[in-house]
């Protein structure tokens, strides 16, 4: 009784069950691509499309009558336990068709699809059914976005305000709006994200790709998720300099705050320019290529660079660009697509793309990570407490776009980033306990932690994360969730105090 006077039960349940309903029919429209290409895989996917969406209709129709009154405390548990449920219903086509028959590692790979990290389990991807593949690519192209936020585009209909769930679930520190209304919002979001899936999949199909890789590398981009239908990933186009081009070109707008890619596409560039997170991003891309490059081009030694898929590639200027701009990009994008083994290269390479994957890309966007803004932010307070110990008594406030920035917002940052490093720390020690040693224990951390998907060690970049033990795939899943839910949205229904009535 007390838990039903705390949260709204009955609302929960009905929204959870209408976004299972959202994801059981993704499920069926996978089945015409198992069919396509003559799959015995069809039916596992039909039916577990059917029985996923049979429980949500089912969760939704028992609670349909729920009052309709929203609270902040209901949205964020919508989101964890939604997230939850997507995962386990989103197991079955791997489990039902044999493709991935462990439970552990068939959740594993699911949360990596929906969290858009693009760890894999799969040693051999090629050999896997195209029709599963698709189902694979989908559920992170569901999550590059957010199936809360596709789902509140429709609640008018059940008369719920959704705001509070995409502010539960909307990436990076606030929550840009295109349109007074949530919904309106969420709805052009949604159209963006279609349309610009659809642009680079046609834009694939014309360089080259067939339409199936065409559309499977298209959602993994916009979802910043990573996952391929080639065992080497992108390398398997490294003779192919458009191919990469085209989805470097589409990480990089994956990477920026789809407010501001909307504005740009209504003709309203300045917004851009005008965007301090979008040049401090544009910067750390441009920068870090350059550097790259030119370590590749005159410091790299020539039997490393057997480390490319393709080492016949490696024989001019351009090719040394396309994969350190590729790579940059990649990670600060927390895509995790592969063109080359990064690290094999020299140790000022690696380094500099350590340090990347602590960057992430802007808040708003479909990437993961720390995000720009934060460590604009960031800095920026620490630069002014230098600057305050010396006038101790000047008022200096953090200003990011000719704005100065409420300091409950700078509290948050600050915050975020103390508890990044510690869990990270923690989660570091954790996986040495667990038997990986310490190298290894700090890839699989940051990859897991920022969304990225290939890290460093045993779970590198010509890795995967299948030699993981049964509690170490478990716990990276954590971090997964807790990474793309911006730790705040799932530590907080850790704390006693989430659970106690005020």
Not at 282 to 306: D, G, H, K, M, Y
């Amino acid at each position: 009784m007390r838990m039903n006077r705390i949260f709204n039960l009955k609302l929960i349940t009905s929204f959870l069950g209408l976004s299972i309903m959202l994801n059981g029919l993704v499920m069926l429209l996978t089945t015409p691509v198992a069919l396509y290409f003559e799959e015995e895989c069809w039916l596992s996917i039909a039916a577990s499309g059917a029985l996923t969406l049979t429980l949500g209709f089912f969760m939704w129709f028992l609670n349909r009558d729920a009052v309709k009154n929203l609270q902040s405390r209901d949205g964020y548990l919508i989101v964890v336990l939604g997230w939850l449920m997507l995962t386990l219903t989103g197991t079955l086509p791997y489990i039902i068709s044999g493709s991935i028959p462990n439970f552990t590692d068939a959740f594993f790979e699911t949360m990596s699809g929906y969290s858009t990290t693009g760890a894999s389990i799969l040693q051999d991807i090629e050999a896997m059914p195209k029709g599963i593949l698709f189902w694979r690519s989908a559920t992170h192209w569901i999550g590059g976005m957010g199936i809360i936020v596709l789902t509140i585009a429709i609640l008018p209909l059940l008369g719920i305000g959704g705001m509070q769930l995409f502010m539960a679930e909307s990436p990076g520190p606030s929550a840009d709006k295109l349109h007074p209304r949530i919904t309106e919002t969420a709805k052009r979001l949604w159209m963006l994200y279609l349309g610009l899936t659809l642009s680079e999949f046609l834009l694939l199909k014309v360089a080259g790709m067939s339409w199936f890789d065409a559309i499977n590398h298209a959602m993994a981009t916009m979802s910043t998720g990573g996952f391929s239908t080639k065992n080497s990933s992108v390398a398997y186009w490294n003779t192919a300099p458009m191919i990469q081009y085209i989805i470097a070109f589409f990480m990089f707008v994956a990477g920026t705050n789809f407010v501001l890619t909307y504005f740009a596409f209504k003709g309203k560039i300045s917004k851009l320019r005008d965007n301090e997170e979008f040049r401090w991003y544009l910067r750390i891309i441009l920068v870090c290529t350059a550097i790259l490059t030119i370590l590749i081009v005159f410091f790299q030694n020539p039997e490393l660079q057997s480390s490319i898929i393709h080492p016949e590639v490696w024989g001019n200027f351009e090719s040394s660009f396309r994969h350190s701009l590729f790579q940059v990009l990649s990670i600060i994008t927390t895509t995790g697509f592969v063109s080359a083994d990064f690290t094999m290269w020299n140790s000022i390479a690696i380094a500099l793309i350590f340090i990347l994957f602590f960057v992430g890309g802007s808040a708003g966007s479909t990437s993961g990570g720390v995000k720009v803004v934060r460590q604009v932010i960031m800095i920026k307070h620490s630069l002014l407490e230098l600057k305050k110990q010396i006038h101790p008594n000047a008022i200096l406030p953090v200003r990011y776009n000719n704005k100065g920035v409420k300091p409950n917002i700078v509290y948050n940052i600050l915050s975020f980033f103390v508890f990044y490093i510690l869990i990270a720390l923690i989660s570091i020690l954790i996986f040495t306990v667990l038997g990986m040693d310490f190298y290894s224990s700090i890839g699989v951390t940051i990859s897991s932690l920022g969304n990225v998907g290939p890290g460093i060690g045993s779970v590198s970049p010509v890795d995967n994360f299948a030699h993981l033990s049964d509690a170490a795939k478990w716990f990276s899943t954590f971090l997964m969730l807790l990474g793309r839910l911006e730790l705040f949205t799932v530590l907080m229904l850790l704390t006693p105090y989430f659970w106690k009535k005020n």
